[in-house]
T-cell receptor, first 114, second 111 residues
């Protein structure tokens, strides 16, 4: 499997609980992106990593959202004290580098907050 | 902020017909991408465009990078049922890493 993988594929949680979403980028890709896609909507940029650093966190909707990346590979998006409006598909993408390469997407994690 | 308008929002067509969709931007882009997303899947890259006026084909799909650098077009010829899905455009300005995505064109093909 050479593509971007994400886990879990589906997550149902109760309002107020914390959730962690994982992304495994394509091997060798230094850039990693998180997006949110609400039902019937386009993709909303959340955060970008170049290596383990996140030059741009401006897309994170609130301080309940955080992300980290370790070893220049796996990334985790954490949502604390989930709200119903957090329900969406969270997509991860990676690219060979940040500035010139196109992005390749994982299948997404479908989050439902009850 | 940058905005990307994609049209049409949705379309029903007969199998065998040609399809056209487009995106327009409030900013000049140096890269345009077109993706297709099937239900329950992540977007899959169809065509990437890097130069104004560039015309690129991928099978029955053809995309063009507009001369003004503020628009792009995707055409699908002789549509088939498996063309069903949501098509997204995405654009990026020079020297940046962040892509702006359109809201998608939902295509339904009637056999």
């Amino acid at each position: 499997g050479a593509g971007v993988s994400q886990s879990p594929s589906n997550k149902v949680t109760e309002k107020g609980k914390d959730v962690e979403l994982r992304c495994d980028p394509i091997s060798g890709h230094t850039a990693l992106y998180w997006y949110r896609q609400s039902l019937g909507q386009g993709l909303e940029f959340l955060i970008y990593f170049q290596g383990n650093s996140a030059p741009d966190k401006s897309g994170l909707p609130s301080d309940r959202f955080s992300a980290e990346r370790t070893g220049g590979s796996v990334s985790t998006l954490t949502i604390q004290r989930t709200q119903q409006e957090d329900s969406a598909v969270y997509l991860c993408a990676s690219s060979l580098s940040g500035s010139q390469e196109t992005q390749y997407f994982g299948p997404g994690t479908r989050l439902l907050v009850l | 902020g940058q905005q990307l308008n994609q049209s049409p929002q949705s379309m029903f067509i007969q199998e065998g017909e040609d399809v056209s969709m487009n995106c327009t931007s409030s900013s000049i882009f140096n890269t345009w991408l077109w993706y297709k997303q099937d239900p329950g899947e992540g977007p899959v890259l169809l065509i990437a465009l890097y130069k104004a006026g560039e015309l690129t084909s991928n099978g029955r799909l053809t995309a063009q990078f507009g001369i003004t650098r503020k628009d792009s077009f995707l055409n699908i010829s002789a549509s088939i049922p498996s063309d069903v899905g949501i098509y997204f455009c995405a654009g990026r300005t020079s020297g940046t890493y962040k892509y702006i995505f359109g809201t998608g064109t939902r295509l339904k093909v009637l056999a």
